[in-house]
């Protein structure tokens, strides 16, 4: 018999936990590691809702049908997300006896497609994980964190309902010849302050998850879920109660506060794998 957990929808990402996990010695066998999925949430939404401290308007009948039906992101918002994506890689590269593959060997590669890609694992998974919908580079998988670190435990069919993903990201290592593949998802939001209404600028608050999981399915690194939620240190623009990514100004402070959390992630994990 199917048995499946609910889970709770955005408000977990932004939870207030700290710290990021290795797992030994298995750690010690990568070397080398592909990034191959990188989501963002494709609704940017106020801090206070994200916290519940503010009723979301998008939850009504009609709102959800035309969130279901309608693509609400923007090219400022894939923008975002690719420089995020090219940022991690970068970081992950600079780690110490660490090599990350060009993302040409991860987008070409068919088992990725076949994978990542090709299906919608967001579509597939949404029911069971969240409502919210995510958005990726051109070629990158969009798989949402809960899919490789769900928040509980959670069985369907007697397994742990997130034991296939692993073992798929597993495989996946074999045809990239890595040690290891990462998941990872950045989850944008925003905050208003006392002169909002004057000055039209919102403060973008970001978040990041990270799995790295090996060739035998086993994450070997991984965040915790809101391990650290950072404000951006310049200003978005925001207009008709939207953050109006059309506006560089406001690609560009998404795009930093994704610099700071890619930072800030690095500190944290080179911090954990130099423990003995």
């Given at each position: 018999?199917?048995?499946?957990?609910?889970?709770?929808?955005?408000?977990?990402?932004?939870?207030?936990?700290?710290?990021?996990?290795?797992?030994?010695?298995?750690?010690?066998?990568?070397?080398?590691?592909?990034?191959?999925?990188v989501a963002?949430?494709?609704?940017?939404?106020?801090?206070?809702?994200?916290?519940?401290?503010?009723?979301?308007?998008?939850?009504?009948?009609?709102?959800?049908?035309?969130?279901?039906?309608?693509?609400?992101?923007?090219?400022?918002?894939?923008?975002?997300?690719?420089?995020?994506?090219?940022?991690?890689?970068?970081?992950?590269?600079?780690?110490?006896?660490?090599?990350?593959?060009?993302?040409?060997?991860?987008?070409?590669?068919?088992?990725?497609?076949?994978?990542?890609?090709?299906?919608?694992?967001?579509?597939?998974?949404?029911?069971?994980?969240?409502?919210?919908?995510?958005?990726?580079?051109?070629?990158?998988?969009?798989?949402?964190?809960?899919?490789?670190?769900?928040?509980?435990?959670?069985?369907?069919?007697?397994?742990?309902?997130?034991?296939?993903?692993?073992?798929?990201?597993?495989?996946?290592?074999?045809s990239l010849?890595?040690?290891?593949?990462?998941?990872?998802?950045?989850?944008?939001?925003?905050?208003?302050?006392m002169m909002?209404?004057?000055?039209?600028?919102?403060?973008?608050?970001?978040?990041?998850?990270?799995?790295?999981?090996?060739?035998?399915?086993?994450?070997?690194?991984?965040?915790?879920?809101?391990?650290?939620?950072?404000?951006?240190?310049?200003?978005?623009?925001?207009?008709?109660?939207?953050?109006?990514?059309?506006?560089?100004?406001?690609?560009?402070?998404?795009?930093?506060?994704?610099?700071?959390?890619?930072?800030?992630?690095?500190?944290?994990?080179?911090?954990?794998?130099?423990?003995?």
């Open positions: 018999m199917k048995k499946i957990i609910a889970l709770c929808g955005m408000a977990l990402f932004f939870c207030s936990c700290a710290g990021v996990h290795v797992k030994q010695p298995e750690i010690g066998n990568v070397k080398k590691i592909a990034v191959v999925s963002s949430n494709e609704e940017y939404k106020d801090i206070e809702e994200v916290e519940g401290k503010k009723e979301n308007l998008l939850l009504t009948a009609v709102g959800n049908v035309l969130k279901d039906n309608v693509e609400i992101f923007t090219e400022g918002q894939k923008t975002v997300v690719s420089h995020g994506a090219n940022e991690l890689n970068k970081m992950f590269d600079s780690v110490d006896g660490w090599e990350a593959i060009p993302f040409g060997e991860v987008i070409n590669n068919e088992d990725v497609k076949e994978t990542l890609v090709n299906k919608d694992l967001t579509e597939t998974l949404k029911d069971i994980f969240t409502r919210d919908r995510f958005i990726a580079p051109e070629g990158l998988g969009k798989l949402p964190y809960e899919a490789v670190k769900p928040n509980g435990i959670h069985y369907v069919n007697g397994e742990r309902v997130e034991v296939a993903t692993l073992r798929s990201l597993g495989k996946l290592c074999q010849n890595v040690d290891a593949v990462v998941v990872a998802e950045f989850l944008f939001a925003y905050k208003r302050g909002t209404k004057i000055t039209g600028n919102v403060t973008p608050i970001v978040t990041m998850n990270v799995a790295v999981v090996d060739k035998d399915g086993n994450l070997v690194l991984y965040t915790d879920r809101g391990w650290e939620q950072l404000e951006g240190d310049q200003s978005a623009k925001y207009a008709n109660s939207v953050v109006d990514m059309h506006r560089d100004a406001s690609v560009d402070a998404y795009k930093r506060a994704a610099d700071l959390i890619v930072e800030a992630f690095k500190k944290k994990a080179t911090a954990k794998l130099s423990e003995k």
